[in-house]
T-cell receptor
Framework: NAGVTQTPKFRVLKTGQSMTLLCAQDMNHEYMYWYRQDPGMGLRLIHYSVGEGTTAKGEVPDGYNVSRLKKQNFLLGLESAAPSQTSVYFC???????????????FGPGTRLTVL | GEDVEQSLFLSVREGDSSVINCTYTDSSSTYLYWYKQEPGAGLQLLTYIFSNMDMKQDQRLTVLLNKKDKHLSLRIADTQTGDSAIYFCAENDSGGYQKVTFGIGTKLQVIP
């Protein structure tokens, strides 16, 4: 049971390049989330998904797209990277309500992205 | 919208107690959480409390909830150097999806 995994761990992009961050969970969780963490800003929700085939915007969705084609995977895409997207990106997943610890989110180890 | 506020930094000596405070604005919070983030890692759930509880104790950790003042605290007894981390307060507003609002995080530094 690997929990939540993220690939890649580190990436450096040039402005205008595109990339996809992959998140995978093996806990059969319904809900998945993408956050970015910036100094002094805490965690901000980019997009989330409440089930396979569904996605929704979070607090800071601009410049990102997501897809949830399979229940276990949640992809975050940057179509044209900008320096403002330099951040640490965390994926998380959670139980449907009624789990052992209600509504808790399980986090991946993060992807550190630098956009030059 | 919902807001969760924390102080940025706390420094304590090894063996002392640490108290990390958090205030929140959402009166409909169902659960409140404390997450711990060690350097270079993701967040891990440390403990949680239901909104209808006042206190929860779990080994060295004590969570106190004052619903009237919307104030949550985490007390770590006998703080160790391994407790050095960033601690995030979070609340769930019992919305239709599991929307959790995180605080900015409090960096705990434990001095040997």
């Amino acid at each position: 049971n690997a929990g939540v995994t993220q690939t890649p761990k580190f990436r450096v992009l040039k402005t205008g390049q595109s990339m996809t961050l992959l998140c995978a969970q093996d806990m059969n969780h319904e809900y998945m989330y993408w956050y970015r963490q910036d100094p002094g800003m805490g965690l901000r929700l980019i997009h989330y998904s409440v089930g396979e085939g569904t996605t929704a915007k979070g607090e800071v969705p601009d410049g990102y797209n997501v897809s949830r084609l399979k229940k276990q995977n949640f992809l975050l895409g940057l179509e044209s990277a900008a320096p403002s997207q330099t951040s640490v990106y965390f994926c998380a997943s959670s139980y449907v309500a009624g789990g052992i610890v209600p509504d808790t989110q399980y986090f991946g180890p993060g992807t550190r992205l630098t956009v030059l | 919208g919902e807001d969760v506020e924390q102080s940025l930094f706390l420094s304590v000596r090894e063996g002392d107690s640490s108290v990390i405070n958090c205030t929140y604005t959402d009166s409909s919070s169902t659960y409140l959480y404390w997450y711990k983030q060690e350097p270079g890692a993701g967040l891990q759930l440390l403990t949680y409390i239901f909104s209808n509880m006042d206190m929860k104790q779990d080994q060295r950790l004590t969570v106190l909830l004052n619903k009237k003042d919307k104030h949550l605290s985490l007390r770590i007894a006998d703080t160790q150097t391994g407790d050095s981390a960033i601690y995030f307060c979070a609340e769930n507003d019992s919305g239709g999806y599991q929307k959790v609002t995180f605080g900015i995080g409090t960096k705990l530094q434990v001095i040997p």
